[in-house]
């Protein structure tokens, strides 16, 4: 099992910047594939970017495609997302989590894979 705790968020003016980061407990970090996720007021849980068990692959939304960028240090059992470019349209709750299952098209971007979860951070940019 493991246990996930974001920060980083906050207010920001559009075309600002922030990166998140993601702890995690236990000794198995790099075993899991782990994923950034948002959800914004009245809508539905929305993946973001998700990376591979060593980082050697990534995989993002096409809204956030150039804007964001997901790393992880599997040293520090911590992952990032780097959040430039940012929009009114990104203001969410932030939540990362880690999926034990494995690296397929399908499977990565899809919230019920995901088997951990964060309590989320907000960001908010304002126009």
């Known amino acids: 099992q493991v246990q996930l705790a974001e920060s980083g968020g906050g207010l920001v003016q559009a075309g600002g910047s922030l990166r998140l980061s993601c702890a995690a407990s236990g000794r198995t970090f790099s075993s899991y594939v782990m994923g950034w996720f948002r959800q914004a007021p009245g809508k539905e849980r929305e993946f973001v970017a998700a990376?591979?068990?060593?980082?050697?692959?990534?995989y993002y939304a096409d809204s956030v495609k150039g804007r964001f960028t997901i790393s992880r240090d599997n040293a520090k059992n911590t992952v990032y997302l780097q959040m430039n470019s940012l929009k009114p349209e990104d203001t969410a709750l932030y939540y990362c989590?880690?999926?034990?299952?494995?690296?397929?098209?399908?499977?990565?971007?899809?919230?019920?894979?995901?088997?951990?979860w964060g309590q989320g951070t907000q960001v908010t940019v304002s126009s």
């Open positions: 990376i591979s068990w060593s980082g050697g692959s990534t």
């Open positions: 989590a880690a999926d034990r299952g494995g690296w397929s098209a399908g499977r990565r971007s899809a919230v019920n894979e995901y088997d951990y």
